[in-house]
Structures are given as C-alpha cells and as structure tokens.
C-alpha cells in the first residue's frame, strides 16, 4: 500500500510538530534566510516616523493654531491602537 503524500504547496501549512522531520527539512533550515530582523526594523522605522508625524499634527494644531478638534484625537487613538 502507498503512503499518502501531500502536495509541497499545502507542506508548510502544518505546524511543525505534527510534521515528519525529514533530511529535506534539515536542508531547508540550514539554507533558509531570516527576514525576521529586515521585518522588524522597518516596522520600528514605519512606526517611528509616523509618530514624529502625529506629533507634528499636534504641535501645529495645538500650539500655532490653536485648533485640536476631535480629528486630531482620533488621529492619535489610531497611531496608540
């Protein structure tokens, strides 16, 4: 009798404790590249320049306009959530 075997698209999709460790497995970990610290530093820098850019909404309203409405709190609720 043939083992069943599943599609290499549809492989990836199990978690790895219910997958069967295989030499290919063991290859692909040692060739495999992280993008994991590429992922996070652009998230950092996303996030960073995107509060320097609610804290210039603030200033500008807040201090030289004298305008905060409810949009500028909605803006920062968003930027926090």
């Known amino acids: 009798m043939q ?4 599609p290499a698209h549809v492989f990836f999709l199990l978690p ?3 997958r069967r460790r295989s ?4 290859e692909e970990k040692e060739n ?3 993008f994991a610290g590429n992922i996070i530093a ?3 820098v996303c996030w960073v320049l995107c509060g320097v850019g ?3 909404r603030f200033y ?3 201090r030289i306009l004298k305008l905060l409405g409810r949009e ?3 803006v920062l609720v968003a930027y926090v959530s």
Request: charged share 25%; aromatic share 4%.
């Open 32 to 34: 495999s590249t992280s």
């Open 42 to 44: 652009c998230a950092v």
């Open 60 to 62: 500008v309203r807040g």
């Open 3 to 6: 083992a069943l075997t599943r």
């Open 23 to 26: 030499v290919d497995d063991e």
């Open 16 to 18: 790895p404790l219910l």
């Open 54 to 56: 609610v804290t210039a």
């Open 72 to 74: 500028d709190w909605c």
